[in-house]
């Protein structure tokens, strides 16, 4: 049988597509858990998970919190602004002292690129990245992929185009390495100041014009432009970023074919997506969301299974 | 490793038409009773079950589901191995039905328990049977019991049971390996 190639998972870079796979069908059968009556099964009973939120988050959190309660894992959970961070305490103390209370596994979300993998260095737990900064967002990628997978049967030679701020966007970063992993093609758009300067290294196409980039492609995984993270202005104004990168029905109706549209959330309507397009069929923004329990609930059993009982 | 043959092939049909019978004796047209084939090994005799219910015995309607119970076992993470789910195909009501819980073997009774906890997310039973082909005696560790077995097996702790079934292992036959 087959398990995960990692004890960890800190990015979409450090695992095989087997393991994505192994993800995905495992996630399968979660998805039929999770539409039963009794939605709960008690595989992690005896598995204590903290998540650590540095960093705001609702659907993540939410979506993780709700993956650990359905798999019977005690929960304990933390965010910076209520916490001992504000009064100085570094990464590896805060941590240790959380586990010093017995606990199995991290799920943690952090402003710092990298946060993870120094975490998965220093201390004795299994860690779930759940963001870190504008690096990765792995289980975004992985339910994004599944996503695609359940709604057009398969990944690979699929054509995927990321739209929007792809400087700042841990989850454009993830999905490119997890669609290449699994055979897609993947282009990203948007605005020339928007797109990391060297980003046609690791094999992604750019196109400047959004009705070509939809034009090619099957799948549009729309972007929301993440203000918070901007110091400076990288394009003139809202309304002129919206005329060239949003999407709108009339534009999906005068393509030829009928693409699929992806967001991660949270939506800004009417400035990446319009309301229509967001509430259309094409759209599978609240599968996404019910797919990311699933695939949580996947990520966190594989790697609670290779967590032995006897190291207790 | 070497090994012995239990049942041959014509001693499965002939135990399987028993089981069938048996299944009749006490559910009659199974209107109100459905069949759980346990995940992965049990399916086979669920369907063989089915299919003689409704060949030979013209039994219309006979429901049947695959119970797979991966998540709810107890070896969770005490073994070197990840445990791999299967599917689970239950697509009927089973609060207040009659359930015959389907498997191959019954060894130490623990998937069994697996089973009846597995089974309560779909809903309250009326009652849970238990049909196995070989019930392995002497090996049990938790107080389950067949209600319908095709063979009582003296296998000690080194043996190993192996059903083979034609559709999934090219013949029907029942191996006691020695390993």
């Known amino acids: ?312 | 490793m070497s090994q012995k043959v239990l049942l041959n092939a014509t001693e499965v049909h002939i135990a399987l038409q028993r089981l069938a019978c048996q299944l009749i004796e006490n559910h009659n047209s199974f209107t109100n009773t459905v069949l759980i084939g346990i995940q992965p090994r049990g399916i086979f005799l669920a369907e063989r079950l089915k299919s003689i219910l409704e060949k030979d015995y013209k039994l219309k309607n006979i429901q049947l589901g695959y119970l797979d119970i991966t998540f709810y076992r107890d070896d969770f993470r005490r073994g070197d191995k990840t445990l791999e789910a299967n599917t689970t195909n239950i697509n009927f009501i089973v609060e207040d039905k009659k359930i015959v819980f389907i498997d191959d073997v019954l060894y130490t009774g623990r998937s069994i328990r697996s089973a009846l906890t597995a089974i309560q997310s779909f809903g309250r039973p009326l009652e849970i049977e238990l049909l196995t082909l070989i019930d392995r005696r002497f090996s049990r560790h938790l107080p389950i019991q067949p209600d319908y077995r095709g063979r009582q097996v003296d296998a000690i702790g080194g043996e190993k049971v192996k059903v083979c079934w034609e559709e999934k292992d090219g013949e029907d036959a029942v191996y006691l390996v020695n390993e």
């Open chain 1, 1 to 312: 049988m087959s398990e995960l190639s990692v004890n960890h998972l800190l990015g979409i870079k450090y695992i095989t597509e087997a393991d994505i796979q192994l993800i995905f069908e495992t996630a399968d059968h979660f998805k039929e858990v999770i539409n039963r009556s009794i939605k709960k099964v008690p595989s992690l009973r005896d598995i204590t998970i903290a998540n650590l939120f540095f960093e705001n988050s609702t659907r993540t959190r939410l979506s993780f919190e709700l993956a650990e309660k359905r798999l019977s894992a005690d929960v304990i959970n933390f965010s910076a602004a209520s916490s001992s961070v504000k009064k100085g305490e570094t990464l590896i103390d805060t941590v240790n002292n959380i586990l010093s209370m017995k606990v199995d596994m991290v799920v943690m979300r952090h402003p710092n690129p990298g946060a993870g993998v120094f975490l998965a260095k220093h201390v004795n737990a299994s860690i779930v990245n759940a963001g870190d900064g504008v690096h990765e967002h792995p289980t975004q990628a992985l339910l994004d992929c599944y996503s695609i997978r359940e709604k057009l049967g398969d990944v690979a030679g699929k054509k995927v185009v990321i739209v929007g701020d792809i400087l700042h966007s841990r989850v454009a970063l993830s999905n490119i390495f997890a669609l290449q992993k699994l055979g897609a093609e993947v282009k990203v758009c948007g605005p020339k100041t928007l797109l990391p300067k060297y980003i046609e290294n690791i094999g992604v196409k750019t196109e400047g014009s959004l009705r070509s980039a939809l034009e090619w492609c099957d799948v549009a995984n729309m972007l929301r432009v993440q203000n918070e993270r901007m110091d400076i202005s990288y394009f003139p104004t809202t309304r002129e970023y919206t005329q060239q990168f949003g999407v709108s029905k009339a534009l999906l109706d005068s393509l030829d074919k009928e693409i699929v549209v992806m967001h991660p959330g949270p939506i800004n309507r009417g400035v990446e997506i319009t309301s229509d397009v967001a509430d259309s069929k094409q759209a599978i923004i609240l599968d996404q969301v019910q797919n990311g329990v699933a695939v949580r609930m996947a990520v966190l059993y594989l790697l609670a299974s290779k967590i032995k009982h006897n190291e207790d």
